[in-house]
């Protein structure tokens, strides 16, 4: 059995989803699942663009032979070799001896390291803006280091204008029968995923991002195929833009996130009445998380999208209570920038929490941290409820 779409007259989705797989990378949660992308082209000579995980072979393998209709399989494109989209490969050259694998340079070293099989016999070498002619498709090759691996490049299909983008513009979730993004609401039901998906995955790596969306604004695209995720054949400019932004670390919008670290629920306390204080001066935008039950990569996806940061946390062992550290090391990481920041700290006896947290975030990039700091000694005492008005105000006029 198999489950293949047609994308256009000659281009195929022949790829799978996993819906059981808990964890992305063995990291990220992924309560949707996943999908693992792969494309044919069906021309003179046949093109199969990117493999798929163990987890969804058998699938694969049967879409693959279903396109193929007994024909030999001439070309695999490798765009990246993350395993999650080559840990096939091994078993397709057994299956296909006669494939020809076209890499660029730095994907044929991680072939050889993932793989014992004879690269070196079938291997096809492109470089930068090099061409392969199929029939009525050319394809062009344009490199893409550290989108988000640095081997990573991206092909077009100057026919039928198709650019098939490896990870970039993909998006957590799995496929559920509609694989275009026109037939979702992706706005609603996919946007935060895929923020999710950037800003943790491809974060990192703004500056090569923009160089990306730089050399891929060249083209004229028609249909955009991402390895995890919905194809795109319509508005796909507002997707750039939203790439764009993240690219650059600029906000989506202006907001307020309050990731807060509690232990007996005080510190908690001071951040909800924040938050009341916020929304009371007009703020509408205001995300709460308790640090300790919420998976950083939500709170590092928010922190893409909008504009303000509170950080309240307890002091613990003389630190930053850690799972609020693993939070900032995640934004550190992650080279979040052009953010304000607050802070409130908690500590019964040094109140240590809020220095460390300051510590952090000015050793990030154009980060503005706002002076009001709540100090708190154990609870927050009715006297202190001006500090949090201040705080708020100041806030609010940031935001400005």
Known sequence: MHCIKKLTEDIFWIGASDRRLAKFENAFPIPRGVSYNSYFINDEKTVLLDTVDKAVGTRFFENLECVLQGRVLDYLVINHMEPDHCATLGELVL?????????????????????DFDIDTRVVIVNEGDTLCTGRHTLSFYMAPMVHWPEVMV?????????????????????????????LDFEADWL???????????????????????????????????????????NINWYVEKYQRWAAWEPEEKGVIIPY???????????????SLLADR???????????????????ADSFRFSHIVLASSTYN??????????????????????????IENGSWAAQSGKLMREIVSSMKNMTIIENTVSLKSSLKSDQLSELETLADAICESMK
């Open 95 to 115: 299956r296909h001896p006669e494939v020809k694998i076209v890499v660029n340079p730095k994907i044929l070293v991680m072939i050889k390291q993932f793989f």
């Open 155 to 183: 092909t077009y299909d100057a026919l039928e204008k198709v650019l098939f983008s490896a990870d970039a513009f993909g998006t957590f979730g799995a496929m559920n029968g509609n694989i275009f993004a026109d037939e």
């Open 192 to 234: 935060p995923d895929a923020r999710r998906y950037y800003s943790n995955i491809v974060g990192k790596y703004g500056v090569q991002v923009q160089t990306f969306l730089g050399k891929t604004a060249k083209l004229d695209i028609k249909v955009l195929c991402p390895l995890h995720g919905p194809v795109w054949r319509q």
């Open 261 to 275: 670290a509690s232990i007996y629920g005080n510190t908690a306390t001071a951040a909800e009445i924040l938050a």
């Open 282 to 300: 007009g703020v509408r935008n205001i995300h709460m998380y308790d640090v300790s039950s919420t998976h950083p990569s939500y709170i590092v």
């Open 318 to 343: 003389g630190g930053i209570f850690s799972a609020m550290e693993t939070l900032l090391l995640a934004f550190k990481a992650h080279n979040l920038q052009n953010r304000t920041v607050a802070i």
